[in-house]
């Protein structure tokens, strides 16, 4: 159990479970070969092998995350700020991801144990895509419904 503090004077913390402020950010194409592997992997299953390679903090006061070395709770190597577009921006060259709220993950799972990790990912009622763009490092924030970029994630830290 931690608590870490946000630049912007939050408290982040895990001691409740599920916590309100820890992600899990995967690459899409890398739960496509997962899936590609074993079609039937549950998401326990995927979430319980890959969490601590893929464990972020979310602060819900201002946006930012902070992402640490291999799911420690270590200094973050990272921290990504959340701003507003005011530019254009192509995600047809963007590497897609997906993040997970560890909330979402135990009331799915709680009510569905055995769901499938591909059951999970197309039923979903995410309004949001993430892209990440390789050259920048920055990750912007896809409105699936007004079908535009609507934010990005620079890295402050």
Known sequence: MAKVGCLCGAILSDVDCPS???IYIYRYYELESVLTQNANITLWNYYESTMENHL???CNKCGRVYKFPNGSEAKPDKIYRRETVTEEAHIMDMIEM???SDIEIDTITEYNPDICLKEFLDNRLCTESYFLDKSSGQVY???KENCKIIAKYCVEK
């Open 98 to 100: 997906v993040a997970f």
């Open 20 to 22: 309100d402020n820890i």
């Open 141 to 143: 924030v896809f409105d």
């Open 56 to 58: 972020y903090w979310y």
